[in-house]
């Protein structure tokens, strides 16, 4: 794959600026280097995580479809979200644990219409879905819709990812209409916030900054703490003063 193609106006961009490519790259190059994240997962185990989902994905979906990820904040929700984007494909974070209560997933679901929800093994048979509508796949560190991750990994192929195509979409359930969905952000865009938000780093911004900072382009905090540590190896400065 060329580490180069054309962006607006000619001019030429990294592709391995994009979220996905980054972590493939950081996978094959700094296999047993963990990224500083509250878990327990280097980038060889976070690209494999993020390859058996895409492989599950591709089976059951084509590239462009909406992804529904229903998990707690951790290295499980991480997978998925890279996975959805190697699969091409439109993740939607709902976080699991959170104050909207247990109708939250199928609220969100009614409201977003994915054409399949990620959950843990855990969750999926107690997860409020009408599965006559909706596939609903568990997908964790060891299995993925019932196949081993590592069978499944081996088994992904990658698809071409376009900067232009919808990698995340934020639902915001406001309590009043039900939820809503924010205005999609594409694979571009997300490299284009993780470049800012690493530069920042470099300045050493704090972490309540790059919150600030993450809101403005439409990040949620779930989100950016996933994307951010795969682009920038130094960790941000802690929030609160020095």
Known sequence: MSGVRAGIGGSVVSVYRLPGPALRRRALRQPDDRPYVPYDCDFAGLDRRARAVAAGLGRLLPPGSRVLLDYPQGVDLAGA??????AGMAAVPL???GPDGPGAVAEAVERCRPAAVLTGADAWTALAVDRTRTEVLEADGRRVG???????????RPVGVL??????????ADGLG???MEPALRHGDLADVVGE???AVGTGTSEDSLGWIASVHGLEEA?????????????PRPLGPV
């Open 81 to 86: 979200f890279y996975g959805c984007l190697y």
């Open 95 to 97: 976080v699991a644990g």
């Open 146 to 156: 019932g196949e081993p991750v590592p069978r499944l990994a081996r088994e992904w």
């Open 163 to 172: 900067r232009t195509a919808p990698a995340y979409e934020r639902y915001v």
């Open 178 to 180: 039900g939820g809503r």
């Open 197 to 199: 938000l690493t530069a």
């Open 223 to 235: 989100v950016w703490r996933m994307l951010l540590p795969v682009h920038a190896l130094r960790r």
